[in-house]
């Protein structure tokens, strides 16, 4: 009787183990989708600033007038 209390349990625990790691798997796919998100964001921010930081006069034709102007 010991033995299969002793089975069962071993065979809970690894069904246990298995679902732990199936989770853990998706958490760490989300979490470097998550880290990729927060790369592009700070790229995005690097690019803006590059832009921003170009003298009105500098942009020439890649801006449009409309986009020169003060905000209301």
Request: glycine fraction near 6%; proline fraction near 6%; charge should be negative.
């Amino acid at each position: 009787m010991v033995f299969l209390a002793a089975a069962w349990l071993a065979w809970h625990f690894a069904g246990e183990v298995d679902r732990l790691q199936a989770r853990a798997r998706t958490l760490n796919t989300m979490l470097a989708g998550c880290n990729g998100r927060v790369a592009d964001l700070h790229q995005d921010k690097e690019r803006d600033h590059a832009l921003d930081s170009i003298p009105g006069s500098d942009l020439g034709p890649f801006a449009p007038d409309r986009w020169l102007l003060p905000a209301e």
